[in-house]
């Protein structure tokens, strides 16, 4: 063998080697960061999540305060007169209750002064008919010149006439408005409850009342009556807008006592407010003051079961009722069952972050079921501190995961950058190393 050829076969082997080693590590590579450009699947703590402790007072939970139950404003029309008022505070109505009467006799004075006003421009009608009438008599005598002016005359009486009749509707209209204000001269209550205030109309300089403690609206000066409604007491919460998927209406809760956490109110989430409160305090006790600080509050509000030991302006704390009333007394880590899911021989996993904020399956042991509110015990295989998914089918282990969940790209596009085969995709090696065959490209072994 000559020395040439001695050199050129080297020089072949050396760049085999290399290209093998480069393939390696590529594919290495690919390997490594498949899901680099895809989307991260949001987790969360298992101690959030936790159905033992996430309503217990270490939970969420939301500072409440008693006060009077809703409050309906009934409002007068200024512009009749009112004739007596039929109730006075602290009386007890129902729905349909007489509350206050108008004056009859003055809109019934009122509907005879708008019919002697239709009956005038009705007369006002009939005379500029008959001047029509009589200048269209006169036209037909007359010479042509003359005939234009008295066109002109007939033009404008015609049109007075479609004016006249025109205020005679508007006239009409009113009248009724009259008619139907005497035939419901006795305005009547719309609730049930007590009458919390009647006001002296005397005082309508007064335009508006402040605010009082427990969060009453500005009265204006229309408001005669308030009515509040059945039902001693309400609570009012409040909830930041970071957290409002807590709470929903109709949603059973816990009303515990500040004092002793052991006495206890049964409540539903009657009434969420859907505008910001405009007072400062802050009643929201999860302790993260900064996003206090940078976000809107909702008022929401309870209706007890019953009100026996509650005392107007009480503070209280309130709990959303979803499992500490549950029949199984549960200790350490419970999730709910859809957390949890089952592979091909039978053995339980959730998705949880690996040490490197990897997306893998956990293997977890379980233990006690509660069938009333869906959850499962968790006897091994996670902690407080680790972090799980809510499942997915597009989960695959190795994806990246966050707890922020503006950064989670719930759109996953996995493996553009694998062939079907899950070997490297052709051109994905830019350059001479490889070709499509995966032979070393002649021109690595070009020596001299």
């Known amino acids: 063998m000559t020395k040439k050829k001695k050199i050129i076969i080297s020089a072949v082997s050396v760049a085999a080697a290399a290209a093998i080693a480069v393939s390696g590590i590529l594919i290495w590579k690919n390997s490594s960061d498949e899901f680099e450009d895809s989307g991260k699947v949001y987790v969360s703590k298992v101690e959030e999540v936790n159905t033992a402790a996430l309503f217990s007072l270490g939970g969420e939970c939301f500072s409440g305060v008693v006060e009077p139950q809703k409050s309906y404003d009934v409002k007068y029309d200024s512009t009749k007169k009112i004739k007596e008022i039929l109730v006075k505070e602290g009386d007890t109505v129902k729905e349909g209750t007489d509350l206050f009467t108008y004056d009859v006799e003055a809109m019934k004075l009122e509907q005879e002064q708008a019919e002697l006003e239709i009956e005038r421009m009705n007369n006002e009608i009939s005379s500029m008919k008959k001047q029509i009438s009589e200048l269209e008599s006169e036209k037909k005598n007359v010479s042509k010149d003359e005939q234009y002016s008295y066109t002109a005359q007939i033009q404008s009486l015609e049109t007075d006439v479609a004016k006249v009749e025109y205020d005679i509707k508007v006239k009409n209209t009113d009248i009724d408005k009259?008619?139907?204000?005497?035939?419901?001269?006795?305005?009547?209550?719309?609730?049930?409850?007590?009458?919390?205030?009647?006001?002296?109309?005397?005082?309508?300089?007064?335009?508006?009342?402040?605010?009082?403690?427990?969060?009453?609206?500005?009265?204006s000066s229309d408001v005669l009556i308030t009515i509040t409604e059945s039902g001693n007491f309400r609570v009012k919460g409040k909830i930041n807008e970071q957290n409002m998927m807590l709470i929903y209406e109709e949603m059973p809760v816990v009303i515990r006592s500040r004092i002793d956490d052991t006495v206890t109110w049964n409540g539903i989430v009657s009434e969420i407010s859907t505008e910001p409160a405009t007072d400062t305090q802050n009643m929201y006790m999860d302790g993260n003051s900064d996003d206090m600080t940078t976000s809107s509050n909702y008022n929401f509000y309870i209706t007890p079961e019953t009100t026996d030991g509650l005392m107007l302006g009480q503070h209280v704390i309130i709990e959303p009722d979803s499992g500490q009333i549950s029949t199984v007394e549960k200790e350490g880590i419970w999730l709910y069952e859809d957390y949890i899911q089952t592979d091909s021989d039978g053995k339980s996993f959730v998705w949880a972050t690996d040490k490197k904020n990897r997306l893998e399956k956990r293997y977890v042991e379980t233990g006690e079921r509660d069938d009333m509110y869906g959850d499962t015990e968790i006897v091994s295989g996670?902690?407080?501190?680790?972090?799980?998914?809510?499942?997915?089918?597009?989960?695959?282990?190795?994806?990246?995961?966050?707890?922020?969940?503006?950064?989670?790209?719930?759109?996953?596009?996995?493996g553009d950058n694998m062939a079907d085969d899950g070997m490297i995709d052709d051109g994905m090696i830019d350059g001479d190393i490889i070709i499509d065959d995966g032979m070393i490209d002649a021109d690595m072994a070009d020596a001299e």
């Not at 809510?390 to 989670?408: L, Q």
């Open 178 to 219: 009259i008619k139907n204000s005497i035939s419901n001269s006795t305005v009547k209550s719309e609730v049930s409850g007590t009458v919390s205030k009647v006001n002296n109309i005397s005082d309508s300089s007064d335009d508006e009342y402040m605010n009082d403690y427990y969060g009453y609206g500005q009265e």
């Open 382 to 414: 996670l902690d407080e501190s680790d972090c799980i998914a809510y499942p997915s089918d597009d989960y695959k282990e190795g994806m990246h995961t966050t707890t922020n969940i503006e950064e989670a790209d719930f759109e996953e596009d996995f």
